[in-house]
């Protein structure tokens, strides 16, 4: 079962990343004859796929006058290219389909509105993921359930220093080529077994032994030579690995380790307690003695954490009230992006929906498929498709064409060996494979766009395994596959094993603050662990004494530093971006250079729009201004609705100007406050973005 999307962890660790500087606005265009168009931040009024429909605020100063600009309103639709890696969009492609001004006069409007959308058309803007995230409306992107597992794993707690060590069932032997030694297939760690014992790598220089698999394993210094030569010499010795225990699983199973029995401490002021001695998250409500656990983003309620127990699933909108109330600034407060109903839960939900996109060149013939053998394939319940069996691609037969994706690429074929190319349109049926099959992270991955040389393509997060379910996000489907046998083994992706928690901007982290870094196979060929990016992984870390949980500290400028142990590795790769994929990438349509937009240098972004096209500013205390016949004015009905006499509920075909618009006051106060919150998320990404190490 285990491990395929874990190796996305590995491939962020290995990805270059732009240093990206921070985003701000407004933004700027100078034009050839000397005017100035200020467009003000975005306020979004839909999103899907890779287009945006949204509105702004702009403002055009002619070259020869001193005095103020003419304000107005733009709407527009665009397309947008993503980086996850360093979380920043463009706006491409922009239309402009409305332009309002209040402050021209008749002929004016005609000018500037076709100077507006001539400039503002030919231009790109650029936008941080996390400005664009917290201007989302919840409802503006809808989250859809897929059909998850969420039976419990075996959950087990050590009180002392442990590994769990996962096996994909029973042990599965295959000799190692070139040597006398066989290793167990079916499991991501290297187990070595000479003539009489087995012999297991942890990292860091670090060798356990043992009579069998299953039995007691005792850290040893006493290698074979031949076996030491398998992996890499890492740098660093471990440190204190002498007493760490291994715990065995060959079903799936998720270890707590905590230093000593544990102990427990309130959460501020609430019926809630939590352990204080372990990186996971556990708690204790006191009024029922339930106790609950969170893991790959689900929750657990049981009577206990001793034991062997058993342990019953909550869904994340069902939990006790007082989860919601935990404070954000606790050293609990990650645990709200899975607390349906909290702020950090629907940004969640919003961020899982925004996808990485990319350009590929249509004349991409890079992508082969290695089969074990001739082809397999096998149908999928209840849809017209057939997906390879043998083979660690995801390939798939759909009526008299072969399908395959790969690091986020659709390639069609007449046969499923190839020739491949890139392909231009993905059959509605391939969307409807379920999430009960292995590949069912293929159908996050999409075709936006096409012209004559190139293929936009995009995917969201659920292609490496994060999903929405009832108002909030989880890790990894919950089902279990059946991996390939044969001369080659194929496992498929894991949910449990791993240790995975969530991070605001980086999404899902490994065990991070118990790894002691990566080490390489050096027998290779396709007898190895795999996931989207093909990589390696590292060795499930251990815990070496202590505990990493550390409080999250809110600055005066509301920026967030999450303390406590090294970086957590990012699992929001942009694949794209990956030394082996630059060549299929395509260069974009060609773009004058001061055709982008610059940060303006003087004015704050603090000038928004309304729906009908009015313009309105916020001063430092809060209060705000219309603009008004070239004035900044006090407005006298921000908090009365409009309602044309026909239709009674807003119509896209009418003018904006002409629908029903709810108050303006609350509608303004929540975009400002979203453009404030995204600045403050977007400068807190850069200054918890890690170096990288490769």
Known sequence: MFLRTFLVAIAMLQAASANAEPVSWPQELVSDTGFIVTIYQPQVEAFSGNSLEGRAAVAVKKPEDPGMPVFGAIWFTARLDTDRDTRTAIIRDLVVSEVRFADATATQKEDFARF????????????????????????????????????????????????????????????IEGTDYERVLNTPFLIVRDKKDFYLYVGGNAWFAARDVMWPWAHTRRIPENIARLVEPAEEDAENIEKVRIVMATEPTELIVADGEPTWSPVEGMDLLYMDNTDSNVFLELSTQSYYVLLSGRWYRGTGVIGDLDWTHVANDALPSAFGDIPESSVNGAVLSQVAGTRQAREAVLDNSIPQTAAIDRDDKSFTVTYDGDPAFAPIEDIRVEYAQNTAAAVFRYGNLYYACDDGVWYVANSATGPWSVATEIPDAIYRIPASNPHHNVTYVKVYDVTPEVVYV???????GSYYYSGSIVYGTGWYYNPWYGPWYYPRYPTWGFHVTYNPWYGWGFGVSWTYGPFRFTYGGHHGWWGVGGYRPYPRPYVGGGYRKTNININIDNSINIGGGRARPETRPNLYNRPENRERMAERPARPTDRRARPAETPQNNVLTDRSGNVYQRRDNGEWQQRDNGQWRQPSNLDRSTRPSQPTMPDRSLPHSQQWQPAVRPQLERDFNARQSGANRSRSFESQRPSRRR
Do not use: F, N, W
């Open 116 to 175: 507006v959308e001539q400039e503002i058309g030919a231009a790109t803007l650029t936008i941080s993921v996390d400005q664009l995230l917290a201007d989302l409306d919840a409802g503006a992107v809808s989250g859809v359930d897929t059909e998850l597992q969420h039976a419990p794993p075996r959950i087990l707690l050590s009180t002392a220093p442990a590994l769990l060590v996962s096996i994909d069932g029973k042990p599965t032997m295959r000799a």
């Open 458 to 464: 995009g995917y969201t997060p659920g292609y490496y």
